[in-house]
């Protein structure tokens, strides 16, 4: 049975770090482009980062240079470093493949909250 399981969020100030790691069990992780995805209260799961099975990234434009998305294949693990978080960074962090047909079921997700 496939299960993505998100961790690493948390409370953390502005201008503040955190790194989100996510666990693949039961799906062929290292053949696929993934993503980090985030949702925000009342709002629509957006992809904030990709990574190809061969580290090209991609990242939406307000996180670039400040998030980082990496991945160890032989772990089935993504990361997503992120740096300087702002408030509005605040939302639910979920991993998942890339693209939408092969996207398994959405894991519990991870809180990131930015406050002061």
């Known amino acids: 049975q496939v299960q993505l399981v998100e961790s690493g969020g948390g409370l953390v100030q502005p201008g503040g770090s955190l790194r989100l790691s996510c666990v693949a069990y039961?799906?062929?992780?290292?053949?696929?482009?993934m993503g980090w995805f985030r949702q925000a209260l009342g709002k629509q799961r957006e992809m904030v980062a990709s990574i190809t099975r061969g580290g090209t990234t991609n990242y939406v434009a307000s996180a670039k240079g400040r998030f980082t998305i990496s991945r160890d294949n032989a772990k089935n693990t993504v990361y997503l470093q992120m740096n300087n978080l702002e408030p509005e960074d605040t939302a639910v962090y979920y991993c998942?493949?890339?693209?939408?047909?092969?996207?398994?079921?959405w894991g519990q997700g991870t809180q990131v909250t930015v406050s002061s």
């Open positions: 039961g799906t062929i992780f290292s053949s696929r482009t």
């Open positions: 998942n493949s890339a693209a939408p047909m092969l996207q398994e079921p």
